[in-house]
Structures are given as C-alpha cells and as structure tokens.
C-alpha cells in the first residue's frame, strides 16, 4: 500500500513539470503565429490605405470635374435667359380663392339679369356712337364775303345770339373776347365743340350776346346757338351735330318758390303745439 502511493504522489508531481517543459515550444508557436500575422496585416493595411488614397484622389477629381460644370451650366442658363427689370415670380398668376356659392333669391336674379342687359345696351350704344367718327363734310363750305347766319341758342335760363361771318375763327361775347369772358378752359372747349366737330374752327367769325343764367348755362346757350347757326351754313352738317347732341334744347330750370314754403319745395316743419 506503501509503495502505491508513492507512486501516486510522484505522478502529480512529475506532470507539472512536464506541462512547465512543453510550455516554451508552445509558446514560441504562439509568439511565431502573432509575427506573421503581424506581418501579413500591416501588408494588407498599406494596400487598403493606397487603394483609399487612390479612391479618395480620384473622387476628389470627379467632384471637382462635376462642380465646374454644373457652373458653366447655370453661367450659360443665365446668359440665354433674357433680362427683365420685372422681380422673380411676377408672371405668375396670383392664386385667387374661389368665391362662396350663394343662393339668390327671385327677385335678385331678376334685378342682376335687369343690371346686365342695361350694361350691354349701353355698351352697345356706347359702340354705335363714336365720337371720333368723320363728320358729314369734312371739307368747310366757302363763306360769301357778305354772308350772314343769325341763330338763337338756349339753355335753363340763358339766351344766346349768335351771328356767323366769315372770318379766321375769332369769337367775341358781349364785346369781349372769348378768353376774358370764359377763363375757365372747359367752358371754352364747350363752346368751340361744334366748329371743331365740323371743321369751322379757322373760317369764320362768330359774334355773341348772351345773357341770363349762370357762366355754365351761358356757355351750353352758346354751343346750342353755333350748332344752330351751322346749319343754316351747310345744312349736311345737321345729322353729324344732332348725333353729338348739339342741337338738344336743355329746358332744365330752377323751379319757382310756392306760396306757404320756404324752397321750391321744403316745407316748414309742423308744429302741434
């Protein structure tokens, strides 16, 4: 039994040093393996890092290339684009918001559908009667050096009598010449409308007495008073003026103050007490 287990003591004992032997070889396995693969690694890193570096060079230079052209295109685009002082986006319709739908009643689409066949019968007429049409005779009549045309204008309460000579176009009112008489350029062009639609204006002398109603009334007598007097020159001209509304009596007066009230017609105001 002795024996036996001396044995079995050496054996532990022994087996340490054996495994403590066999240690260095295998570490100079392990110590040899890390060196190649060492070597092998940093072969295959210099490798990739060269195919980056290449890679990298090579898209640097595909991005420059691209970047410069995308340049010369948008320099050519602007050059072909041809310049307007108008801001970007000012052809561009302006987004309107659609209207609500509402429901109308009878008599308003009645009175919309009245609204809207007046508006095209006025514009119709409005076609019809151009003012800048050719007159009747677009070439004056010659006037007689002893000619003489005597017509009587009227207007509200204003009275004009007219007198047409031949002459250059000079016009006298009251004795006075037009421009002193009529300082006001709208009331002038009143009262030359006829001969400027009828081509007057430079051959005759026209002579004014006029009296009555205010400066406005006495110019529309005057007008009234040369249309008429026109006529009597070349009756041909009587449609052209009458077209014009040259001819048309304005009967239009103030009305008279009644008996009991303060106006034509304003009342005093009633009193129950």
């Known amino acids: ?96 918001e659609p209207e609500p739908e509402v429901e109308l009643s009878a008599e308003e689409l009645a009175a919309r559908e009245a609204e809207e066949e007046e508006r095209a019968a006025r514009e ?19 006037l007689a050096k002893d000619s003489r045309f005597i017509a009587t204008g009227k207007r509200k309460r204003s009275v004009a009598r007219v007198i047409v000579l031949p002459g250059d176009g000079a016009i006298t009112i009251n004795d006075r010449e037009i421009d002193e008489y009529f300082p006001r350029a709208r009331h002038r062009t009143i009262v030359n409308s006829p001969l400027v639609a009828t081509g007057y204006e430079s051959n005759v002398n026209i002579k004014i007495r006029v009296h009555g109603g205010g400066i406005s009334g006495q110019a529309g007598a005057v007008r009234h008073g040369i249309a008429r007097a026109l006529t009597e020159v070349d009756p041909e001209l009587r449609a052209e003026l009458k077209r014009r509304g040259f001819l048309t009596r304005d009967a239009r007066a103030k009305e008279r103050r009644k008996a009991g009230l303060k106006k034509a017609r304003k009342r005093p105001q009633f009193s129950k007490r």
């Open 1 to 96: 039994m002795s024996e036996e287990e001396n044995t079995e003591d050496v054996t532990p004992e022994e087996t340490p040093e054996a495994a403590v032997e066999e240690s260095p070889a295998a570490e100079e396995t392990v110590e040899e393996i890390p060196a190649a693969e060492a070597s092998e690694a940093s072969a295959g890193e210099e490798l990739v890092e060269g195919e980056v570096e290449g890679a990298e060079g090579s898209g640097e230079v595909e991005v420059e290339e691209a970047a410069t052209e995308a340049a010369e295109a948008i320099v050519a685009r602007e050059e072909k684009k041809p310049q307007s002082d108008l801001p970007s986006g000012a052809d561009l319709e302006p987004l309107v």
């Open 124 to 142: 119709a007429a409005e076609a019809d009667q151009d003012d800048d049409a050719p007159v009747a005779r677009p070439a004056p009549v010659a």
